[in-house]
């Protein structure tokens, strides 16, 4: 093509270009076109289709399309070759490749003359895109429990070496969760941290940060992190007695501030809940959580509430769904053995009495009085003594004591009605000893004032408390030595296996001043 200026007046006055130039159709790409403000430019997901759109001014017969990543050569599109030149409008769908950058152009090219081009005016981006799969709480999972352990598995769309996990407390301000700044795999197991919220949310971002690996978080729905309260003591099967103390223990996960311990004979199912007291009524009802993680402590002083099926809970009282039970415990009486507690040579004799006393803590009906004389090593050894009321705080039983001959002695008091009473013995062991006596009441001689001849034989009676199996009869004269008393033929008084013996009086004269001692 040249151009000529011919003059009007004179057609043979003219000039014309010196050389000839070219006449092209003009092409222009409408998108991606990009934007000079980088947050407002296209952004193309891997894997996505998207049309790549063009306007055709003059004529031309086919087309291609070609994109550039990073400044580089521009390569083909697959598939978008010998395109009509006219259906820009309609355009190209383009599979958007995995070539994740900020800086992608695409370039329309006319076929029939190659130096006739037309690139996107800005970039545009190619981004990778990461996603929690599955979903991210799980349904029927949205509360989580600082101390847990949360498998977080992601899936990448585009090539994205590493990522890392953040939380947010408020949906905007991200902090990256500690052990998962940079990740190669699809999954963590995440230890929920002291993150205690009604709405926190986990998002896996893309570690390249600068811009140029753009990628679409994963990011979750709302997840409410809660506390965790455990109960330490009691446990399963503990027998707490009524008017003792114990202490209740628990330890919190996470900083929480005030809780309260409570306990049921019911497991909660309502109508009896009951609060903990102390020593003096303390309440538990407001105490300190405690540090996370560290074992907490209140002393509880145990109510008259016997009863076989105990829960203890402490609460969060800033969430009531926050609770820690307790195995099933029970409360029980019991009872406390007073006297005889034995220890510092304690004894007693057969057929005389003493009192047998006990301290009873809860209502508990009777009380079973039982004595051993293995000191209930076992049950081999121990014989009832009687069951009588139990007393509202204790009692006393006159005992005659058995013959049961024996220095390891003690008493027991326990429940007839339950075996979830706790008993008590005697502390230490007691003696039971048997007891040779000379009892007017018997008939038993001498007594006492008596005066026998020399050479007289007197019967010699006394009376034996206990199974004494033989006895020696001896006596003495004023401050003299005891010696054996003779029988009228002369055999001394030893080994004597029954409650007599004859004695012929020794010429051993003694005036009020002879003993006769078995």
């Given amino acids: 093509v040249r151009v000529r200026v011919v003059d009007n007046g004179d057609p043979t006055n003219f000039n014309e270009s010196a050389e000839l130039f070219e006449i092209r159709a003009g092409l222009d790409v409408t998108s991606p076109d990009g934007n000079a403000d980088p947050d407002l430019t296209e952004a193309w997901t891997v894997g996505t289709t ?81 996603d929690f799969n599955p979903t991210l709480p799980e349904s029927g999972d949205e509360i989580w429990l600082v101390g847990e352990t949360k498998t977080i598995t992601w899936v990448k769309t585009g090539t994205i070496p590493t990522v890392k996990l953040q939380y947010s407390l408020d949906g905007t301000n991200y902090n990256d969760i500690t052990g998962a700044e940079s990740l190669g795999g699809l999954t963590y197991n995440w230890v929920v941290g002291d993150l205690i919220d009604p709405a926190i949310n986990i998002r896996a971002i893309n570690t390249v940060v600068d811009g140029t690996k753009p990628t679409v978080p994963a990011v979750s729905a709302n997840i409410q992190v809660k506390g965790q309260l455990k109960i330490d003591a009691p446990v399963t099967n503990n027998l707490w007695q009524v008017d003792n103390t114990y202490n209740v223990l628990w330890t919190p996960t996470g900083t929480m501030n005030t809780v309260k311990l409570e306990y049921s004979t019911n497991g909660f199912a309502g109508g009896q809940t009951y609060p903990i007291l102390g020593p003096a009524g303390q309440s538990a009802a407001n105490l300190p959580a405690g540090t996370s993680g560290q074992q907490q402590s209140f002393t509880w002083k145990i109510p008259d509430t016997i009863s076989n099926t105990v829960t203890v809970r402490v609460t969060n009282n800033a969430d009531g769904a926050v609770i820690g039970d307790s195995g099933l415990m029970k409360i029980v009486g019991g009872f406390k053995v007073l ?104 008939g038993d001689s001498p007594l006492g004032s008596e005066i026998w001849l020399i050479d007289e034989t007197h019967m010699l009676q006394w009376t034996k408390h206990g199974t004494i199996s033989t006895v020696d009869v001896e006596y003495k004269v004023g401050t003299g030595t005891y010696a054996y008393a003779l029988d009228p033929n002369g055999d001394p008084a030893q080994g004597i296996s029954g409650n007599t013996f004859v004695w012929r009086i020794p010429d051993d004269e003694g005036l009020n001043n002879v003993l006769v001692r078995v």
């Fill in 50 to 130: 998207h049309t790549v759109t063009w306007t055709l001014v003059g004529y031309m017969n086919t087309v291609k399309l070609q994109y550039s990543v990073n400044g580089g050569v521009f390569a083909q599109i697959p598939g978008a070759t010998g395109l009509d030149a006219t259906d820009g409008a309609t355009g190209f769908d383009w599979s958007i490749p995995n070539n994740i950058s900020n800086q992608v152009r695409v370039r329309i090219v006319n076929e029939g003359d190659l130096d006739v081009f037309a690139d996107s005016e800005h970039d545009f981006k190619i981004q990778g895109k990461l």
């Fill in 339 to 442: 006297t005889p507690n034995g220890g510092g040579g304690q004894f007693f004799k057969v057929d005389r009495s003493t009192p047998v006393t006990w301290e009873t803590h809860g209502t508990i009906t009777s009380a079973k009085l039982q004595y051993s004389t293995n000191a209930f090593l076992n049950e081999s050894q121990v014989t009832d003594i009687i069951t009588v009321g139990a007393g509202a705080t204790g009692g006393s039983y006159p005992w005659q004591i058995p013959n049961a001959i024996g220095p390891n002695v003690k008493v027991r008091v326990i429940n007839p009605d339950s075996a979830f009473t706790i008993t008590d013995i005697s502390d230490q062991p007691f003696e039971i000893r048997g007891e040779i006596e000379f009892s007017s009441s018997n």
